[in-house]
């Protein structure tokens, strides 16, 4: 045999070797990023006359998200203020006041608008969702074990958590794990593996800005 033959399969063999290297699992679970979220919605009923927000606003917590009609109200009041003042009167125009604030919808926490389901100019009703805000700031990774790791797992444990785009690793706290079985989600796992049954697990992340909803991450315990 010549020594090029050799080289080429030696080189070859090498490459197998690397190559199984590389595709071995060296993380015990994985899963996707979600993150807590919070309904738009308004105190009170009538026309919307402001609503500006798009998708992938930043907001903070109480900023004005959007506006009812008060014009009703305002009339009110104005005629509420022609009376004798008296304490009535003044009882009345603090609920009046409380009405116009209402009329002011507000974001109850910080996070990015991930759903607008409302325009400028619709009628609206009480709590009617009109949008969606994500927090990001604190994200959760929702992954799933088998009932063999369930004994490697518990409520606080930290965890180490990498991201296939993103050179940082984080660390992760464990802060639920399912008492029901379910299927494996299709989603992440193959179909033989889908036959298992297997338990839900919400791993709290700190946020430094990179993750983002959706994104797929490796545990290791």
């Known amino acids: 045999m010549s020594s090029i033959r050799i080289s080429l399969i030696y080189f070859f063999f090498l490459f197998i070797v690397v190559s199984c290297k590389d595709n071995a699992v060296t993380y015990d679970a994985c899963g996707y990023f979600e993150a807590e979220e919070w309904t738009i919605s308004s105190s009170v009923a009538g ?25 009703q109200l ?10 004798p003042k008296s304490k009535m009167r003044d009882l009345q125009e603090k609920q009046i006041n409380y009405q116009l604030e209402q ?21 609206i009703a009480i709590g009617y969702p009109l949008g969606q805000i994500a927090g990001m700031e604190n994200m959760y990774l929702r992954m799933y074990v088998t009932a063999k790791q369930m004994s490697d797992i518990k409520i606080g444990q930290e965890v180490s958590i990498t991201l296939s ?51 797929y991450a490796e545990v290791s315990f």
């Open 165 to 215: 785009d993103v050179a940082t690793r984080y660390t992760g706290k464990i802060e639920w794990i399912s008492s029901i079985a379910e299927f494996t989600p299709k989603t992440i796992q193959t179909e033989d593996e889908r036959q298992n049954m297997v338990y839900a697990v919400k791993v709290f992340v700190k946020n430094d800005g990179a993750i983002k909803i959706g994104s």
């Open 103 to 123: 009329c002011t919808i507000r974001a109850v926490e910080a996070g990015v608008v991930v759903g607008k389901y409302a325009k400028k100019g619709e009628m």
């Open 47 to 71: 026309k919307l006359v402001e609503f500006d927000i798009k998708d992938g606003d930043n907001v903070v917590k109480g900023q004005k998200l959007g506006l009812v009609d008060t014009v």
């Open 74 to 83: 305002q009339l009110q009041k104005d005629l509420l203020l022609l009376q």
